[in-house]
């Protein structure tokens, strides 16, 4: 059985728009942010997207674990960037240095050496704000749109029904194959596997975790066979589709689409006349080095 995020109605900003003029204006959003590598203007999105999530009225117990999840690939990322130095190039030529960071031991006769510059550190930065908002922006679909309106939202979008019904199911998998691996492991445990006393080198312990990965995926492709049968023998995709709720377009909801529209194609005129780039403040390239 297929199984969704954890919804719940509330009184909140998102939840009183149109679930399709929502997402409409998270895509304008998305390419506003994506438009921008000037972290002052990032800033300014990021604070947007914090006060939309602190509106939304989830709470962080709900959302625990993909914010750690999330945050912990952003951040993991963000500085590997900024040790490496790599993503960066294409935005700036050159690097001033403030300062030089050896280490204690040597390979192969060659001593790593950190070079901390002005330039990656702004990177970095901007690299972490910039996902950071639109992480925030997208955690909110899952928890706050209503379950039973994915299909119609896709659907009233303009996508067909077979795609507006694909959609429906991916936004439903994740939870449903969660479930399905919270319950393999609870009946594995049961017969006395000790996923905690895994040991060995990474293989080894891949190897060890089949008796919880098998399961699920056989799992997983039987319960998608099913649901292709299940599809079929209703003759889907031979007509138009009807749906059991009807989505309507109100005045904010018109009002937030134009906004969103509207920010978009401004903020692509800006990127065209070279206006939010990579920035770095012309008082720090001028730091001695430590």
């Known amino acids: 059985m297929l199984v969704t995020w954890r919804y719940r109605k509330r009184r909140s900003l998102v939840q009183s728009f149109d679930p399709r003029a929502w997402i409409i204006f998270y895509l304008c959003f998305m390419g506003v942010t994506i438009s921008f590598w000037d972290v002052r203007i990032l800033a300014i999105l990021f604070g947007l997207s914090l006060g939309i999530v602190i509106s939304s009225g989830l709470t962080w117990r709900e959302t625990r674990r993909a914010w750690l999840f999330i945050g912990g690939f952003i951040i993991y990322f963000s500085l590997f960037t900024f040790l490496t130095g790599r993503g960066g190039m294409e935005f700036y030529t050159e690097e001033h240095v403030i300062r030089n960071v050896q280490a204690s031991f040597t390979l192969f006769g060659w001593r790593p050496v950190l070079h901390i510059t002005v330039e990656r550190i702004f990177y970095a930065l901007s690299m972490l704000v910039r996902v950071f908002s639109l992480a925030s922006m997208t955690i909110l679909i899952p928890y706050s749109f209503n379950p039973a309106q994915y299909g119609v939202t896709f659907r009233g979008l303009g996508l067909p029904d077979k795609i507006a019904y694909a959609m429906d199911l991916t936004m439903r998998f994740v939870p449903t194959y969660a479930r399905d691996f919270q319950i393999t492991m609870d009946a594995q445990r049961a017969r006395g596997y000790e996923i905690e006393k895994l040991r060995g080198g990474l293989l080894a312990q891949v190897r060890k975790l089949a008796p919880l990965i098998v399961p699920v995926t056989i799992q997983a492709i039987a319960g998608s066979e099913d649901i292709i049968d299940a599809m079929?023998?209703?003759?889907?995709?031979?007509?138009?589709?009807?749906?059991?709720?009807?989505?309507?377009?109100?005045?904010?909801?018109?009002?937030?689409?134009?906004?969103?529209?509207g920010c978009f194609l401004f903020s692509l005129a800006l990127s065209i006349y070279g206006v939010g780039t990579f920035w770095v403040p012309e008082a720090l390239k001028s730091l001695p080095l430590l």
């Open 232 to 261: 079929d023998l209703r003759a889907f995709g031979i007509q138009p589709r009807t749906w059991l709720e009807e989505l309507h377009y109100r005045p904010r909801d018109r009002a937030l689409i134009v906004a969103g529209v």
